[in-house]
């Protein structure tokens, strides 16, 4: 165990230490469960951009090659490619990754209009 | 084979359609499906709250210029966040996107999906039936 001492943002600490309280468990565990999920996340973010170099890398092969076929990109590895979605959820089920780049060959820069509904940006 | 959809009350206010949404390891919602609205302005394919996705779709997020773009009434531009999904309407299954962006806090079936079913609106009855 290791003692530590820290300076946080109040309002922050003090929605932390309410929540604690009702969900009744130990300070010490709810920080530690904080810190994990902090870096799992981080793992998350290392991974998606491992997955995002590599297919920069292999772009103009795969697009050559198999244009408008589904890719599974799985920790910068190039693990199958094929014609349905289902296809490509059975080739990155075989993988334990954080991240999962499963795209369509090509299918880029789509661009859709919302004409007057309800949406809103906040 | 069809599936009626109600509207018109209950607080449902604008035609909507029963949708589920799979992803890898993952699936919206869990029993049964998300009652979505009908949005023939929005030409994309679903539009799902931002905090829906990052749950269902973190693990295949897309990124760069495969994430695409939406261009808002105000002319205003944005390239939102999107994965790939299995979309599942009336137990038949799409392989389209499931887009979003912060602040975005409705579900939307969009003229992407909507143009690859068979709908009967009938307003007089306040009813969609999707075939």
């Given at each position: 165990m290791t003692d530590i001492q820290v300076h946080v943002d109040d309002s922050t600490y003090k929605k932390f230490e309410s929540e604690i309280i009702r969900q009744n468990v130990l300070f010490e565990d709810a920080f530690t469960d904080a810190m994990n999920r902090w870096l799992s996340k981080n793992?998350?973010?290392?991974?998606?951009?491992?997955?995002?170099?590599?297919?920069?890398?292999?772009?103009r092969e795969?697009?050559?090659?198999?244009f408008g076929k589904y890719a599974v990109i799985v920790q910068?590895?190039?693990?199958?490619v094929c014609d349905s979605l289902k296809e490509a959820w059975k080739i990155a089920k075989t993988g334990v990754a954080r991240h999962y780049l499963i795209l369509k060959v090509g299918d880029e820069n789509k661009m859709a209009r919302i004409r007057g509904s309800a949406m809103k940006i906040k | 084979m069809s599936e009626i959809f109600e509207y018109g009350e209950n607080q449902i206010k604008y035609p909507q359609i029963g949708v589920k949404i799979i992803t890898l390891g993952n699936e919206y919602p869990l029993e049964g499906y998300e009652l979505m609205r009908i949005d023939t302005g929005f030409d994309g394919p679903v539009l799902v709250p931002y905090d829906i996705f990052s749950h269902l779709c973190r693990n295949i997020e897309l990124f760069g210029e495969m994430r695409p773009i939406i261009e808002f009434p105000d002319k205003k531009l944005l390239r939102v966040r999107?994965?790939?999904?299995?979309?599942?309407?009336?137990?038949k299954?799409?392989?389209?996107?499931v887009w979003t962006y912060p602040g975005c806090d409705e579900f939307l079936v969009g003229l992407e999906i909507l143009n690859k079913l068979k709908i009967?609106?009938?307003?007089?009855?306040?009813?969609i039936e999707v075939y």
């Open positions: 793992d998350l973010e290392k991974e998606k951009a491992i997955n995002n170099n590599a297919y920069k890398r292999m772009e795969l697009k050559k090659k198999h910068g590895k190039l693990t199958g | 999107a994965a790939n999904a299995e979309i599942e309407i009336e137990n299954s799409y392989d389209a996107q009967l609106f009938n307003g007089i009855d306040n009813f």
